[in-house]
Structure formats: structure tokens, C-alpha cells
Nanobody, 120 residues
């Protein structure tokens, strides 16, 4: 089994910053892509940013210039630095990892989600 544990969500004022972290643990062979998605009530889950093992990144238009994704391969951890936060960034943020297990299976895992609320 593989677990993804997120931390760092919370309440922040507009214009503020938050840093999300997600640590993967368990029967991991190697992690391919890690990413962050977000979802508002009644809406579909959407990609925020993703990063490959080699460090190539992909950002949603809404995240470009404000958010930065990074990862520590030695710690199986991905981070999302969010700056200049806006009320419309208020959503539940989910960590995602596409990885090979120790048995060679290629699988996708999700974290439990962390709430980010941007409000004055």
C-alpha cells in the first residue's frame, strides 16, 4: 500500500501565501509524476501543477506566475508554494502521485485533500 499525506492548508487573507506539502510512503518503487489538483464543491477536480521525476513542470493557466511546484525525490515529497492568493483559489487541494510499486505495478494515488480558504 501507498499513502499520500498532505499538510499546509488553512485560512489566509487575499494576497497571502501558503505552502502545501505531500509526503508519499509505503510500497514505493519509484515515483514518476507528482502533482496538485483542486476541487470546488459541485465542480470537477482540476490540475493545478505537476512535476516529473526529472523536474519538468506543467502549470494550469490560473497557477502560472503565482504558484511554484517542487519536489524532493529523496523524501518522496512534493510541495506547492502558493503566492498572491485570491478568493477564487478557495478549494480543496489534492496531492497526486503516479508511481511504480515495489512489485512493478504502475498506479495512481491520491491524498485525502487539504482545504485552502482565501478570505478577509
Amino acid at each position: 500500500q501507498v499513502q499520500l499525506v498532505e499538510s499546509g492548508g488553512g485560512l489566509v487573507q487575499p494576497g497571502g501565501s501558503l505552502r502545501l506539502s505531500c509526503a508519499a510512503s509505503g510500497s514505493i518503487g519509484s515515483i514518476d509524476t507528482m502533482g496538485w489538483y483542486r476541487q470546488a464543491p459541485g465542480k470537477e477536480r482540476e490540475l493545478v501543477a505537476a512535476i516529473t521525476r526529472g523536474g519538468s513542470t506543467n502549470y494550469a493557466d490560473a497557477a502560472k506566475g503565482r504558484f511554484t511546484i517542487s519536489r524532493d525525490n529523496a523524501k518522496n515529497t512534493v510541495y506547492l508554494q502558493m503566492n498572491s492568493l485570491k478568493p477564487e483559489d478557495t478549494k480543496v487541494y489534492y496531492c497526486n502521485a503516479k508511481l511504480y510499486t515495489v512489485w512493478g505495478a504502475y498506479q495512481t494515488y491520491w491524498g485525502q485533500g487539504t482545504q485552502v480558504t482565501v478570505s478577509s
